[in-house]
């Protein structure tokens, strides 16, 4: 069964605790940090994003996750995406690690589990699928992911069938 994506009275109640998390974070850190965008168009397997881009800070949602697991994502997926802002603001990305001491400090403070990754059961929910490339060796064709066809274009890898011992070959 598909999953339907949270609603838009679930969605109030998100935006709100990210408001109402920021304010505590604002407590925390005696300093202030303005509104941020949030929205709820985030799809695959993680339940939340922080973003910059082209200047803008957002937030991202996955409406399909926080179906499924709303309690936490109330919980943890709100904590952690604040943390990333407020690290941002008070440090900028390029200064530190995304899950760092800074970010981890933060969470633990808020009571949140300063975890890297939450492993939500994803059953009905839609996530792409990592796209694949094909390759040939002398015997059969491979699936190669996107980060293994980067390296072979790059340069920086080959990979050699296990079975005929030939090199994988782009199939285009
Ligand atoms: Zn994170
Ligand atoms: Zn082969």
Redesign the pocket.
């Known amino acids: 069964m598909q999953v339907r994506p949270i609603g838009e009275h679930r969605r109030r109640q998100v935006c709100a605790a990210t408001e109402a998390c920021l304010r505590r974070v604002a407590g925390i850190c005696q300093h202030p940090f303005p509104a941020i965008d949030i929205s709820f168009d985030l799809s695959g397997r993680a339940a939340g994003m922080y973003r910059v881009r082209q200047g803008r800070r957002c937030i991202r949602y996955n409406p399909y996750i926080l179906a499924r697991h709303f309690d936490d994502g109330l919980a943890e997926t709100v904590p952690?995406e604040v943390a990333?802002y407020a690290t941002d603001v008070l440090y900028g990305l390029g200064n530190i690690r995304?899950?760092g001491v800074e970010w981890k400090a933060l969470m633990c403070a808020l009571g949140a589990t300063p975890r890297?990754t939450a492993s939500y059961d994803l059953t009905g929910i839609p996530v792409r699928r990592q796209q694949r490339f094909s390759y040939r060796c002398s015997c059969s064709t491979h699936r190669l992911s996107t980060q293994r066809h980067n390296r072979v274009h790059r340069g920086s890898a080959a990979y050699i069938c296990r079975r005929c011992k030939t090199p994988l070959l782009f199939a285009g």
């Open positions: 952690h990333h995304p899950h890297a």
